[in-house]
């Protein structure tokens, strides 16, 4: 396989991975949309604006943040494929392994300058 052949299917793979994660962190999103909305997931006191108050005070709450923020990240990952900048690491250029994409779809570093760059926020 050709360099230019490998690149392609490496970009075919990357960009699977990124729609897989978005649909399924999107579906994440709408269940628990639709369970609060219902009150499925929490107690029985109505809140404002027809939510359910829930036992766990914010947490509802807190997991639609999260999925929203998730699929915001990985729309930033297909930008980035988009323009040719997705899987390469935002520090050295080298190309970050597939099994951390698969694990991390917006990951911007490889483990190692994800590392550093963790080291040097603990030392302040």
Known sequence: MSEQDHGLKRRADLLALLSDKRQEAEARYRQ????????????DSEGVHGWKASREGGADVAILTALDQTVRQIDAALGRLQSGRYGLCAACAEPIPLARLQAVPFATLCVPCQSRSESRGRGR
């Open 32 to 43: 628990a949309l639709s369970q609060q909305q219902s009150g499925a997931a929490a107690g």
